[in-house]
């Protein structure tokens, strides 16, 4: 099943209409705080264009790709981690996605553990 932007979670959150800690804006990219942190610092990177993964919005808007990471650097500099930090995209049900809106996880704060599982 497609998730459209009128039904995404993420796509409602970059409008506003359901509350977030946003904790970072720019042009094209949105970042709050993850609902059920993994980590002191667990925060989420969108774009503000609904794409279903990280492959989809390298295809369609590959600067926006680059943001997420300029952006993460940012908050995790704003939190105090320095260059300490984990970026993740979950990509496929089979691998975690929940949201099928594509989403950077930055976690940082705690000593993170490799290979995480
Ligand atoms: P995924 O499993 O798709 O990689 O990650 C989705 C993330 O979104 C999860 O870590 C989950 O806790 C977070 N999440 C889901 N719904 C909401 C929400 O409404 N608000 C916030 N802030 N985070 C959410
Ligand atoms: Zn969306």
Do not use: K
């Not at 709050?32 to 369609?60: G, I, K, S, Y």
């Not at 650097?73 to 594509?102: C, I, K, M, P, W």
């Amino acid at each position: 099943m497609s998730t459209t932007e009128a039904d995404c979670i993420f796509c409602r959150i970059v409008a506003g209409e359901i509350p977030a800690t946003v904790v970072h804006r720019t042009a094209t990219t949105v970042a709050f705080r993850d609902a059920n942190p993994q980590a002191p610092t667990h925060v989420l990177v969108v774009p503000r264009t609904h794409v279903a993964n990280a492959a989809e919005l390298a295809d369609v808007e590959p600067g926006t790709m680059s943001d997420l990471v300029t952006a993460a650097a940012a908050v995790a500099h704003e939190d105090g981690l320095g260059s300490d930090y984990r970026l993740v995209f979950n990509t496929g049900a089979g691998a975690g996605q929940t949201v099928f809106h594509a989403h950077l996880h930055l976690l940082g704060g705690r000593s993170l553990a490799w290979p995480p599982g």
